[in-house]
């Protein structure tokens, strides 16, 4: 039974399954926006949605590209969805671009990475979990993802980056940086 088990494992991982290639990674393109204000950064606590993938995690706000967007539009829309506030695309500091390869289940995530200090409205009640401004020198002590650890202090470098981080399971493998 375990050399069944081994030859399935070591099938799958150059590709095949049961005798069949496998499909290639399907890609998701994402923004993630994060907002500050007075010394604090606007953090959603993902506790509402069933299956999330980030469920228990704090994050920023954003979301899946959806066809003919361009990073800045998904980013304006999904603030405004997420948290009822409104920003100026024109007025957002892009900081980077992290390729998550396989994040999910044959699913490649690439997404673009976004701060905003220009924004208007009130806080809603958001359908994806709870808003809170959290001090800045405290959102690296929230339950966030491993990975957002090291871009926060790549975000404060202010230079532009490129990286592409592995997970397994929900634990950080390895990354990869340029700074340009």
């Given at each position: 039974m375990k050399e069944i088990e081994k030859i399935e494992e070591n099938s799958l991982k150059n590709g095949y399954q049961n005798g069949n290639i496998m499909p290639k990674p399907k890609v998701i393109q994402a923004v993630l926006c994060y907002?500050?204000?007075?010394?604090?950064?606007?953090?959603?606590h993902r506790n509402k949605k069933p299956n999330d993938i980030h469920a228990g995690k704090w994050n920023g706000l954003g979301g899946k590209i959806e066809q003919g967007e361009m990073p800045?539009?998904?980013?304006?829309r999904e603030v405004f969805e997420e948290s009822g506030l409104k920003l100026d695309k024109t007025k957002l500091s892009f900081h980077g671009m992290i390729s998550f390869p396989n994040f999910s289940l044959h699913?490649?995530?690439?997404v673009y990475l976004y701060t905003a200090r220009d924004f208007t409205g009130a806080v809603i009640e958001?359908?994806?979990?709870e808003l809170a401004w959290i001090e800045d020198d405290k959102v690296l002590q929230l339950h966030i993802w491993e990975g957002d650890m090291l871009f926060f202090s790549w975000i404060e470098k202010r230079h532009f980056f490129s990286a592409k981080m592995i997970y397994s399971m929900g634990k950080l493998l390895s990354h990869e940086v340029y700074f340009y």
């Open positions: 907002l500050k204000r007075d010394g604090k950064t606007l953090m959603l800045e539009d998904t980013v304006q699913t490649d995530w690439y958001s359908d994806e979990g």
